[in-house]
């Protein structure tokens, strides 16, 4: 800080999350009832409150999306169902058209769920670089039974073709990427 009040809450669910496309335009997606809904933006403080149903929904509640962009392909992931069931899960699909494109749901979907008492009701999801600069990473939360918070799991990410696979879900120790030479 200091931080500056810059804008008033717009009134669009929970769950924001901020996808910058190559060219510098900004979009926000956000949880709704009927799923995952996309909004233009016009500045990091500026979102258009008409949005775009993005066909990312789980039948129930469907929240926490993030989108990542790789080999020209737009990958969202997104959770669903009650955060305490044991379907609590993380999915994804893919558009070929840009980040408000028409997006399918790939069928090795789910790519995160457990339901044993260590690291259930996984869900949310965002994404990071390893600290070689290549690998990529998911970082979501889960439960342990026992334990009355949320932990942080942080798997490696992986790729083939336009499936998207979660090396996970661990709940050990993983080795670290090696720093970039």
Request: no cysteine.
């Amino acid at each position: 800080g200091p931080f500056n009040y810059a804008t008033d809450n717009i009134g669009l669910t929970i769950d924001g999350s901020v996808f910058i496309e190559d060219d510098g335009t900004w979009y926000f997606t956000r949880a709704d009832g009927e799923g995952i809904m996309g909004h233009e933006m016009n500045s990091p403080t500026d979102i258009n409150p008409i949005g775009k149903n993005l066909n990312a929904y789980m039948g129930h509640w469907t929240e926490g999306s993030m989108i990542i962009k790789r080999d020209g392909r737009y990958y969202m992931t997104y959770t669903g169902n009650h955060f305490e069931s044991s379907g609590y899960r993380v999915n994804y699909s893919v558009s070929e058209e840009g980040p408000f494109g028409e997006y399918s749901k790939p069928s090795n979907n789910p790519i995160l769920i457990n339901d044993r008492d260590k690291s259930h009701a996984l869900g949310h999801s965002s994404f990071v670089y390893g600290p070689d600069l290549d690998s990529m990473y998911i970082a979501y939360h889960s439960y342990i039974t026992g334990k009355p918070h949320r932990v942080l799991n942080i798997d490696r990410l992986s790729f083939n073709g336009r499936r998207m696979y979660v090396n996970g879900p661990t709940w050990f120790d993983m080795p670290v990427a090696k720093l970039p030479s």
